[in-house]
């Protein structure tokens, strides 16, 4: 019953009702013939006892009874009737007869069902003799009101949401929501009804006829439900149904569209006995399997309600297999559910735990599988435990595994395995076990593409690995793979240059979702990797952060994950950063063997070393490295971006003879692809610049050659060097603009340099003072460190700022950066030795 304390608000009622409320008022002697009707607890008794409030105001008896004549009823009184649809015919027309008199004040209240004859009769003269007034749900509007004057909710636009959205606006059960939260005192929004809320609705569902209870179970699923399914479950008529129907919504149990809200549906679920519950679940999902319809909408409600154990084993293991692409965490759940409901799920609820990136369980089960299952499981359960041991890193345990499982799809991953480990032992290719599918498709094309990749041409191998990703774009969330090939395809083209196509494949992997939770990491962390190649640091700093939040990665993914961090930090000259990052490094290094897959973040991680002089640190995995490509005939595609890498390290440990050799091994791969022509072109520039050689045209060509293959970061940076190394102003003008436009940054917008030599050396005390400027720290911050004054800084800043002709901050800062991060040169201030001629 809704509290009258509130019923004459005009933000309760709807206008309508309040106007009928104020003419009452106004003239409580005139005739009045009003039908007022709704389903249960829409405020029919609440509104007719606020009616009887305005007549006994105005002095006007009044009566809640039928009289039993016509006679006995007094013509200066009020007779208000509540729930007049249980009256007998006999009273029902003794009331239309005094409507028809049209000289007396009669207010009769009933709900749209039942309807007998004589109501029938009755509501056709209401309607045509006085009026009508249909009370119908809260709006929100409505909803918000009420709540604004129940004592400690007030007008909280989170809480109103929550409580329309639960109760559909039904007035009486906005009410005892209300209720329900002001004795918990909610802080916050609720995550769930109170109990005494959900247990008001008892008595409303005792006093329902059992099909009619019946028909509540089937609709608080949650699901639609066509006609054709409710007849064989409610063993009824068409029109019988209907009526049932009718019966629920003029209970309020139902709303407009034939669904119960929220809090009924969780009343129902909850009240309803567990037999009847499970008796009407158990003939649904026969119903829906029967129909070919979906039953993880079904099963998704009954989670929800925490009732899903009274469904069928083989409805759960039904509602898994539909969850698998989308939600292998939910269908992991469920498999386990129908397993321990006697269905042998096992090997399905491992791969599901595998592509929600659940690699414990996953290989917790199928390693149980391949020691205890039936035959006909223990190649699935071997297939799982392959893929969950590549993700970790175990690739020769992974590849001995995908061989014993058999089958073209397992050769295929197995090959893609053994390429990556640099043991491409010949094996016989398994005779086809199954149709040609889309996976299958995938797998063959990813062995191939990784072998053109290591043996052939890299516009073959890019292209077929972009193949391989595509077949999988329409259905490849459920697809379980030890690699992404739209990772591969990814790696392919930032080794040969194409960061555009890499960008793209990526893009739709993770637009597809393919190879679900477990490759969504890769994906985002090798588009981090391209921000950070273009340059783009703050959007790679950006993605990194949303891919790592929150999330335990595994072994290959932490080992990219360090890369990136290193190499941003290294690329804003962030050596508080390198140093507090380096040690989780070299950890994420030892966690993952080396493979052709991890060259990149390996040789990212060899210039931090460098940088921080700790290079020794990592020289056996890069030994690993080497000897890996050598047991492949050194293919160029992969060996360029690590010997570009370590000329890099080598340059920063002031190694000439390193440098050499690398730059050696560049050049001799040049006639591989443009991008190795390129690289191989900027490290002779490079040398050449170190050795004191600075040719403003060639250093120019080489870095807008870098930035055109997508190294944008690498392009300035060669420039800045030679800028900083050049005594011609003219040539450091050009260089330094140069070096600007590659940045993405407008040269007319920065003031050039004055004429005249400029030294960049920097003192000891000159170099401490500009990494923690170019770290951020202020002036007092600074000097709290290095134990000098905030004044002392400025001066020091002051002379940098000065002797480097700089006009601003900005400029200082970029300028500071391309400085620190050549500290061998800087510190010695004498160029290179001439290359030995032999």
């Not at 094309?445 to 595509?470: F, I, K, N, W, Y």
């Not at 002779?684 to 870095?703: M, N, Q």
Request: contains cysteine; neutral net charge.
């Amino acid at each position: 019953m809704m509290p009258s304390a509130v019923a004459d608000s005009p933000l309760v009622l709807a206008a309508d009702a309040t106007d009928l409320l104020d003419a009452i008022t106004a003239e409580p002697a005139a005739p009045l013939a009003l039908g007022v009707t709704g389903p249960g607890g829409h405020g029919r008794t609440t509104y007719l006892q606020e009616v009887a409030t305005r007549y006994a105001r105005a002095g006007v008896a009044v009566h809640t009874e039928v009289p039993a004549t016509d006679d006995a009823y007094a013509p200066d009184t009020a007779l208000l009737i509540d729930d007049a649809h249980l009256l007998d015919e006999a009273r029902l027309r003794t009331l239309r007869r005094l409507v028809t008199d049209r000289r007396h004040r009669i207010a009769i209240s009933y709900r749209p069902w039942p309807r007998p004859a004589a109501l029938t009769e009755l509501t056709d003269t209401l309607r045509r003799e006085g009026r009508q007034l249909l009370l119908t749900p809260f709006t929100r509007a409505r909803t918000a009101a009420y709540l604004a004057a129940v004592p400690r909710l007030g007008r909280r636009a989170d809480l109103v949401d929550f409580v329309h959205s639960q109760t559909g606006g039904t007035p009486r059960h906005v009410a005892w929501l209300a209720d329900g939260l002001r004795e918990q005192e909610t802080v916050g929004v609720p995550t769930d009804l109170p109990r005494q809320v959900v247990l008001h609705l008892g008595p409303d569902l005792e006093q329902l006829p059992a099909d009619v209870r019946r028909l509540l179970i089937a609709l608080a699923a949650g699901v639609p439900l066509p006609a054709e399914a409710l007849r064989p479950l409610l063993n009824r008529e068409p029109a019988e149904i209907d009526d049932l129907v009718a019966e629920a919504r003029a209970a309020g149990l139902l709303g407009a569209d034939g669904r119960p809200t929220p809090l009924v549906r969780r009343a129902v679920t909850v009240l309803s006995p567990a037999a009847d519950r499970t008796a009407v679940w158990h003939l649904l999902s026969e119903l829906a399997f029967n129909r070919g319809a979906p039953v993880l909408p079904l099963v998704r409600s009954l989670l929800a309600a925490g009732v899903a154990g009274d469904c069928p084993a083989g409805t759960l293991e039904a509602a898994a297999e539909e969850a698998l692409g989308g939600e292998p965490a939910l269908a992991a759940r469920l498999f386990a559910a129908a397993g321990a409901a006697g269905r042998p799920t096992a090997g399905r609820q491992a791969v599901a735990a595998a592509l929600a990136g659940d690699l414990d369980l996953a290989l917790r089960l199928a390693d149980r599988l391949l020691t205890t299952g039936a035959p006909d499981g223990r190649a699935e359960a071997a297939l799982v435990a392959a893929t969950a041991l590549a993700h970790r890193g175990q690739t020769d345990r992974s590849v001995e595994l995908y061989r014993w499982s058999g089958g073209g799809s397992a050769h295929a991953f197995a090959t893609v395995g053994a390429l990556a480990t640099g043991r491409p032992a010949g094996h016989p290719e398994p005779v086809a076990d199954g149709p040609p599918t889309l996976p299958a498709g995938a797998a063959r094309l990813m062995a191939d593409g990784v072998r053109e990749s290591v043996h052939g041409t890299p516009s073959a191998a890019l292209s077929t690995l972009v193949q391989a990703a595509a077949l999988l774009e329409p259905d490849g969330r459920a697809v379980l793979l030890p690699d992404s090939p739209a990772a591969l395809a990814a790696l392919t083209a930032v080794h040969c240059g194409e960061l555009d196509i890499a960008e793209r494949v990526l893009d739709r992997a993770l637009t597809s979702g393919i190879g679900g939770p477990l490759l969504a990491g890769r994906h985002r962390l090798l588009r981090a990797w391209i921000l950070m190649t273009r340059g783009r640091i703050a959007a790679a700093s950006e993605q990194l952060a949303e891919t790592t939040a929150g999330v335990a990665l595994g072994p290959r993914d932490l080992l990219f994950a360090a890369g990136l961090t290193m190499g941003i930090a290294r690329r804003v000259s962030d050596l508080g950063a390198l140093q507090r990052e380096w040690v989780p490094a070299l950890e994420a290094v030892v966690r993952h063997p080396v493979d052709l897959f991890t060259l990149l973040p390996l040789g990212e991680l060899a210039i931090a070393g460098a940088r921080l002089g700790d290079l020794g640190r990592l020289q056996p995995y890069l030994r690993d490295a080497h000897e890996l490509l050598g047991r492949l005939a050194d293919p160029p595609l992969w060996r360029t971006p690590l010997h570009w890498s370590g000329l890099h390290a080598a340059i920063l440990t002031d190694d000439p003879a390193a440098a050499d050799e690398h730059v050696t091994t560049l050049v001799a791969a040049a006639g591989h692809s443009r991008y190795a022509a390129v690289v191989a072109a900027a490290a002779e520039c490079w040398l050449e610049v170190l050795r004191g050689t600075v040719d403003p045209v060639r250093v120019e060509a080489a870095a807008r050659g870098l930035h055109d293959t997508g190294l944008c970061w690498d392009g300035a940076r060669l420039a800045g060097q030679a800028a900083i190394r050049t005594a011609d102003r003219r040539a450091m003008t050009t260089l330094l603009d140069c070096a600007r436009a590659l940045q993405g940054r407008s040269a007319a917008e920065d003031r050039k340099p004055a004429a005249g030599t400029v030294s960049h050396r920097l003192s000891d005390r000159e170099r401490e003072v500009a990494e923690l400027v170019v770290a951020g720290l202020t002036y007092r911050e600074i000097g709290d460190r290095l134990f000098i004054s905030a004044k002392t800084v400025e001066h020091h800043v002051a002379r940098m700022r000065s002797r480097l002709d700089c006009a601003n901050r900005t400029d200082l800062l970029a300028m500071l950066r391309t400085i620190l991060a050549e500290p061998s040169y800087t510190t010695n201030g004498q160029p290179w030795p001439r290359r030995a001629v032999n």
